[in-house]
């Protein structure tokens, strides 16, 4: 019973101490000397392989105390710890609840089953319209009574469909997944991942794909039939994170204003200076986009600072290691430290939180220049390995690092409670006739 009383007190101790001291930034200080020795072999290590210590960066802290750096408050390719700055700049302007809308309308009245007009979709900037939303979306059109569009697919706004941003194309692929007939495998696959009993929507467009740009093309008279709101955006950010995936980055960026409104309000965010995040991208493709180790680990903590009062951890937004797939697949990474990576073609990088026994949660942050992936990947969970057996374990996963929010994502895509019916059939041949 004594031994389990220190561990519950261990684990107390660690959420209790761990957000009072969850800094917004923390000033170089001097270092903790055992970290920086453990630190120092690490960077020796690189040097032995014929890399350049100038160019590792490296990052520790724990809670408000500076632990070990190296280039730490430098600029260095940040790769994908780019999505960082982007997730923290979407939180700060919409919040972790937050739906994109993409509204359908007709241009005609619906007799008999038949739309004499066109089908009107207006994006809204959704990253995740995939399969199997458009599906959901096509069988909410036959619910309306549509089975065939005489007109074509007018597409207006922002839209990308299964990652397609090119107007043309992601309209050729939700004209697709509106009729069951024309589905490609990968459509069907998806479908079959679907909730027992899912319909497979039958909607023929009778024209093709047109596209009209604001402030250019007259758009025509229209009348809205249906409301489709996104997934939340903690969730489409927790799918970013985990695969990385650049399309929806770069779609929250645009959406954002661009790079520089993400870098400016992150490092406002985070009370780190601005010279110390610079993006060309909100996906960290190219060596252009830099930021220093030191305001990557502000940017974490500070997302978990805004989340602690919305009843969210980081674990909602970036995966966590023994859990999740994605890009930490094979990785060793210390269990349940929640991570995000990063990868060029000479940079492989590592960033996150991890619990420990004697240092609470310590944050870290590893920007690694070098042409051996696989190697660097091995080196920086090993130093993680290393600084976790030195400071103790915890038994159980902290609190502050579980996701509130358990269940799997890919289970809620297709949600028929995201189609909101606007007009019924009748309505619209009503409001097309006056």
Known sequence: MAGLSRVNTSLKAVNAIAWNDVPWSVLP?????????????????????GLIASSQGVWLQSGAQFLASNQGTTPLPAASLTKVATSLASLET???????????????????????????IQGGGDPLLVWEEAIALGNALNRLGIAKVTGNLVITGSLAMNFETKPEKAGALLKQAFN????????????QKMPTGTPRPYVAIAGGVQVLHYGVDLLPKQILLLRHRSLALSHILKLMNIYSNNVIAESLANSLGGAGVVAQQAAIAAGVPQDEIRLQNGSGLGTENQISPRAICAMFATIQRYLQFRNLTVADLFPIAGVDGGTIDYRKIPQDAVVKTGTLNDVSALAGVVPTRDRGFVWFVMINRGTDLDDLRDRQDKLLQTLVKQWGTVSTRPLPLSPNDTQPIATLLGATDRNEVVRSALDVSIDSSN
């Open 29 to 49: 200080g001097e270092p903790d000397a055992t970290t920086q020795a453990t630190l120092q072999q690490y960077l020796e290590g690189l040097s032995r392989k």
């Open 94 to 120: 919409w919040g972790a609840d937050h739906q994109f809308e993409t509204l359908i309308s007709t241009t005609g009245p619906i007799q008999k089953g038949v739309l004499q007009g066109d089908l009107v």
């Open 180 to 191: 069951a007939n024309t589905w490609s495998g990968e459509a069907a696959y998806q479908h």
